[in-house]
């Protein structure tokens, strides 16, 4: 599996402020992707970042408020943007693997305060 | 939408004993399956996956999938106190493109206790 690196781990932030994190695999991935975990909940896809082209986002997700970046087949960005407290949540990248298992980063905890 | 149920739980089982984890799928299309387990505080990892009918068997691990019931289950077998952690069951699709996604249930909140 993918070695997938995350940072920051963790970051309390102002209200209105915007967060980028990052996320690095060690080896070329086609497709990455981008999930939220809310307090006690699990995990909601908040789009795929495609090399190339612009990021799918799923339902109730918009680039305005998780603009993403994808410059090549080992990286990819996600930026929390405006940040309000119902933005505190895990953000996690993902990649993933042969019959479409998916392989996590350590995730991000956002607080927004 | 699709849809991924589970027993959100707690599910309380002795030291030993045979922990039953379900889950439901609304997609009749998907075709692959996965249990995860996640620790607090850390990110999901992948412990079974599952693509044909019938039982899967790793170590102290066994997944079923009955495609007609639309049902995946994971027993573990042995429980130990390092198998507390919450399991999600998470359910591949495809949005007509050629990503496939996850969907992932609420999970299971598992305590195996002394």
């Known amino acids: 599996s993918a070695v997938i690196s995350q940072k920051p781990s963790r970051d309390i932030c102002q209200r209105g402020t915007s967060l980028t994190i990052q996320c690095q695999v060690d080896s070329q991935v086609t497709m990455m992707f981008w999930y939220r975990q809310q307090p006690g909940q699990s995990l909601t896809l908040i789009a795929t970042a495609n090399q190339g082209s612009e990021a799918t986002y799923e339902s109730g997700f918009v680039i305005d408020k998780f603009p993403i970046s994808r410059p090549n087949l080992t990286f990819s960005t996600l930026t929390v943007s405006n940040m309000s407290p119902e933005d505190s949540s895990i953000y996690l990248c993902?990649?993933?693997?042969?019959?479409?298992?998916?392989?996590f980063g350590q995730g991000t905890r956002l607080t927004v305060v | 939408q699709k849809e991924v149920e589970q027993n959100s739980g707690p599910l309380s089982v002795p030291e030993g004993a045979i922990a039953s984890l379900n889950c439901t799928y609304s997609d009749r299309g998907s075709q692959s399956f996965f249990w995860y387990r996640q620790y607090s505080g850390k990110s999901p990892e992948l412990i079974m996956s599952i693509y044909s009918n019938g039982d899967k068997e790793d170590g102290r691990f066994t997944a079923q999938l009955n495609k007609a019931s639309q049902y995946v289950s994971l027993l573990i077998r042995d429980s130990q106190p390092s198998d507390s952690a919450t399991y999600l069951c998470?359910?591949?699709?495809?949005?007509?493109?050629?990503?496939?996604?996850?969907?992932f249930g609420t999970g299971t909140r598992l305590q195996v206790t002394l």
């Open positions: 993902s990649v993933a693997a042969g019959w479409a298992e998916a392989f």
């Open positions: 998470a359910v591949n699709w495809r949005d007509g493109g050629t990503a496939s996604k996850l969907t």
